[in-house]
């Protein structure tokens, strides 16, 4: 099959560290100078849970807005997956935000109101792109993903995973801000939710080889790429005969002295760790599943 891309940069839980996001930007030359889009053939993806814990997600979703419709322009694209965090908030739910990080969003025009609670809130600049994102997306030989694969979720299709999110959302993130209806488990049930579930992150499962293989071979891929579950070792976790990858290295936690801040590279039918240094860029080979046929 011919590769739509011919490089994939992909990070995991940014948690509104824009100095990481700025600096990806730089070091994998996505824009120029001038912060546009500049890298050709190149799929950039973010895993979501951009907001919350962080000092400032509003610099990160303006630019991803803005990227995202520039890229297209050099055959590139801009992946932006809807995590649990952006879930929460579009929710009402704002529990993990920082002062700082909501700080930022604050509205000149009404220094009265709270501008965070404003973007999420339905008909919000960013509520009203956040409800078009997807949760997973096929990109040559990798699923992308914002957390673990439920194991019910075995015989889907992506289509029918992003179908069921959205509709799930539009039917009860309004409700639920009026206090008429509970949280859907659907959505918030780590059982349940692609957006939520974290247990074969968390320790190895016997029967989950079994079920991604269903899964990936169902939609025609060879590795599941997600984020959620916080790798403190700062190095990415392979799992399930190397068809698992999580690369959320817990980059919000660099300044309390664990993890680590890493993006995934894939160029020229190799994989990367791209690990950021304070002496500079580091690079770790990564090897997976990748000459099978999807």
Known sequence: MA??????????????????????????ELTDSDGRFAASETAFVVLGNVCDRGPDSASIYRSLIQLQAQAPKRG?????????????NLFGIHLDSSKSERALYQEDSDPEATGFEHAFAPGGWLARWLVTLPVVVRIDPFIFAPADLPPVFRDLQLADINRAVKQELDQHARSFRRGDADLPLSLFSPETSILCSDAAGQHAQPDYTTVLHTFLHNNRANIYVCGH??????VFLKRYEGRYLCIDTAASFVSQGFGARAVFEWVN?????????????RTRKLSLPLSQTY
């Open 3 to 28: 590769r739509a891309f011919k490089r994939i940069i992909a990070v995991g839980d940014l948690h509104a560290e824009a100095d990481f996001y700025r600096d990806i930007l730089r070091a994998c």
């Open 76 to 88: 590139s694209r801009v992946y932006t997956l809807l995590g649990k965090h952006e879930l929460m």
């Open 229 to 234: 579950t916080p790798q403190t070792s700062g």
């Open 269 to 281: 039918n190799e994989a990367r760790e791209l690990l950021f240094t304070t002496t500079g860029l």
